[in-house]
């Protein structure tokens, strides 16, 4: 089992940063890449930024140039720095984690961004 605990959500205006974090607690070593997703009122869950075990990214089109993903691997966390945030980046951003083995999916319990105009 993984454990996945975000932090770092908040109310910024438009334009402005926020850095959220997740912390992997658990069967760290079964880990295989980390994902950042966030879910609008009434829209589908989708995928913002992915970081994989080697480091490498994959980021959604409406976030390139302005989220970094990141990875510290002694400390078992994965970060989104996000930034020049706009209102239709207000979600709730959820941490998730996929087994290498098993394919299995984590997900975190979700932190609340909310960017005004």
């Known amino acids: 089992q993984v454990q996945l605990v975000e932090s770092g959500g908040g109310f910024v205006q438009a334009g402005g940063s926020l850095k959220l974090s997740c912390t992997a607690s658990g069967l760290i070593s079964r880990i295989n890449s980390m994902a950042w997703y966030r879910q609008a009122p009434g829209k589908q869950r989708e995928l913002v930024a992915t970081?994989?075990?080697?480091?490498?990214?994959n980021y959604a089109d409406s976030v390139k140039g302005r989220f970094t993903i990141s990875r510290d691997n002694a400390k078992n966390t994965a970060s989104l720095q996000m930034n020049s945030l706009k209102p239709e980046d207000t979600a709730i951003y959820y941490c998730?984690?996929?087994?290498?083995?098993?394919?299995?999916?984590?997900w975190g319990q979700g932190t609340q961004v909310t960017v005004s105009s």
């Open positions: 970081i994989r075990s080697g480091g490498s990214t």
């Open positions: 998730n984690a996929v087994d290498i083995f098993s394919s299995r999916q984590y």
